[in-house]
């Protein structure tokens, strides 16, 4: 059966199996992935199906187990490692950033490393501290990574199939509160290109671009405000490194108007990269400035607050209303 | 002289206490000063500083082929390699290199070790390792293109076996692991070995790369070569045991060899990598060793250390031990001595040639190979940078 409708979790675990069916080469490992099937369940039944020799438990080591998995690419695997919240992955970011960005420049191309790693990031599920964090933007800023996040099943399924196929390095962001959200899954579709936008929401007075977690909000707004009378378009990023600014461009040469929606502090972060592109790229079309709504310069806040440190419904139209009054 | 017991075993070696001094001694803010530490009762030794051959009932056999004519490859190997490690200083010190990273001191260590590696091994070395890479078939020229700023590693890594010089501290440790783990994978019956110096051994990586090739049983060999200096901390600020016996406490076997018997290197590294292949698992190796120039050209000991400590370990020179026992046990003539003269003198004029002669870079290598698969943003900004060079270009026309 082609088409189905599965959670975002269980799409990953469906890509994780066909990859590990397809390629002898590829590997699982992390923390508690293995009989347990990772603390999301997003590894449910691997380990049983594939043996511990492919989906492999590994000491709770972050960097060990980013160093390892180097190691192993080095060696001809491909290896898909588990960080098990995005908060835990600051002790291997010596070896993502020191070493696997740079490994196949500094060999001149005589070698690959093509790691997986993914990361269930972004806020929303009532967790403790460092496990609610989106540090994208520290990823993306690296030369020789690329970024991605999936929004929903059938994305999770193929940008993670294309993300193992890729001979770089890849930090694939999964959205973690929206893991149990249910959505049609085709594995025989032709996927679209890893690091192609997508339009979520055909409009025509603003373009609401976001990613990962934010784009359900977004198209909440976008429903919200057509009862209103206003046509926002989303744009589905999907792609942090590279993005796809050409259809960001494509958008706001209609639309005129360009909200950039991301849970992850709005200093410095990717709204902040996309802003400045699109006013660049598109200075003379603009009716407005961009605006980014985002989270705050301050640590993640404690679960009682975080209602209010992530952008929700109402700061997005509000994001629409400024953008709109200009 | 110290010679390891005829039954020593790894295990009985690491229950032994830490040395009375490393206990004792209470850690000071001052680093100067000579230091007695010989490498202690449980070092592992085959020639003696004055080049006599010493028995070792558990080691002796891992060299017993070892022909005269080998000796004498070591030697060379050694005296190759410290003549390409002085032009390299000196290269640097004429501005042709921007910094160097000296084994002066270190050739047993690293000519042991390497010469114990098959073909099929892997090894992932730290940025000295050029005695090592020597043994590998590495062009020793391809070790400069760093040091001289026109690449990050400048050699195919799959050509030797030899990865690339690793900048941070013990990272690589963790690579080797990994390539073990896939080595083990694989049913391939080779082996890795990991080089880390003592400063090293403080950070979480090489912790970490223990652990996980004790975890996974991979064929790794950790090869410390304890310096005792790391730039300009000496081993009391590094550590309070031994560094050999860390072992114990992740579940393989350590030893600690004279790291400037080239022979014992040699014994040892086959031993540790026999281990390997073998399925028994991982093995630290701290070869006891002494570097005897700078960390790098960068920095200067005299303003961190005695005299008289380089003077002590002088008296052990790798080199002049091996000539020693050459002269005095074989039949090596004063030719062979006279031949390897000429010889690393043409090794340090091809050298200093090769290196004068290393071009730049062409302006694109910034946008080379950042990616293996492109990337739209590097794809852009190399159109933009091209252009704007072209710009001079029709500038000047």
Known sequence: ?326 | MTVDSADSTAAAQQARPPRKRAAAKKSSGTSSGTKKSPGGPELIQLLTPEGKRVKNATYDRYVADVTDDELRGLYRDMVMTRRFDAEATALQRQGELGLWASLLGQEAAQIGSGRATREDDYVFPTYREHGVAWCRGVDPTNLLGMFRGVNHGGWDPNSNNFHLYTIVIGSQTLHATGYAMGVAKDGADSAVIAYFGDGASSQGDVLEAFNFGAVYNAPVVFFCQNNQWAISEPTERQMRAPLYQRAQGFGFPGVRVDGNDVLACLAVTRWALERARNGEGPTLVEAFTYRMGAHTTSDDPSKYRADEERQAWEAKDPILRLRSYLETRTDTDEAFFADLDVESEALGKRVREVVRAMPDPGHLAIFENVYADGHALVDEERAQFAAYQASFADGEA
């Open chain 1, 1 to 326: 059966m082609a088409v189905q409708k599965l959670p975002i979790a269980k799409a990953i675990n469906e890509s994780l199996r066909t990859a590990l069916e397809n390629d002898p080469k590829v590997l699982v490992m992390g923390e508690d992935v293995g009989k347990l099937g990772g603390v999301f369940r997003v590894t449910d039944g691997l380990q049983k199906d594939f043996g511990e020799e492919r989906v492999i438990d590994t000491p709770l080591a972050e960097s060990g187990i980013v160093g390892t998995a180097i190691g192993l690419a080095l060696r001809g695997y491909r290896p898909v490692v588990e960080i098990q919240f995005d908060g835990f992955v600051f002790p291997a970011y010596d070896q993502i950033v020191t070493q696997l960005a740079k490994m196949h420049a500094r060999a001149l191309g005589k070698v690959k490393t093509p790691v997986v790693i993914r990361i269930p990031y972004g806020g929303g599920i009532g967790a403790v501290e460092h496990h609610s964090e989106s540090p994208e933007a520290l990823f993306a800023h690296v030369p020789g990574l690329k970024v991605v996040t999936p929004s929903n099943s059938s994305d999770a399924y193929w940008m993670l199939q294309q993300a193992i196929q890729s001979d770089d390095p890849v930090i694939f962001f999964e959205p973690k509160r929206r893991y149990w959200d249910k959505g049609e899954l085709d594995t025989e579709a032709i996927p679209a290109p890893l690091h192609g936008a997508h339009v979520a929401r055909e409009g025509s007075d603003l373009t609401l671009a976001a990613y990962g977690p934010m784009v359900k909000v977004c198209l909440e707004a976008a429903a919200a405000a057509q009862e209103e009378g206003k046509s926002l378009e989303v744009l589905d990023l999907r792609s942090i490194s590279p993005m796809d600014f050409d259809s960001v461009q494509k958008s706001v040469e209609k639309t005129r108007r360009l909200v950039v929606v991301h849970e992850a502090p709005v200093f410095l972060g990717s709204g902040a990269e996309l802003a400045a592109r699109i006013t660049e790229r598109c200075f003379y079309h603009l009716e407005a400035p961009v605006l980014r709504v985002g989270g705050y310069h301050a640590p993640y806040p404690p679960a009682r607050l975080e209602d209010e440190y992530l952008p929700g419904l109402d700061r997005v139209l509000d994001a629409v209303d400024r953008s709109l009054a200009y």
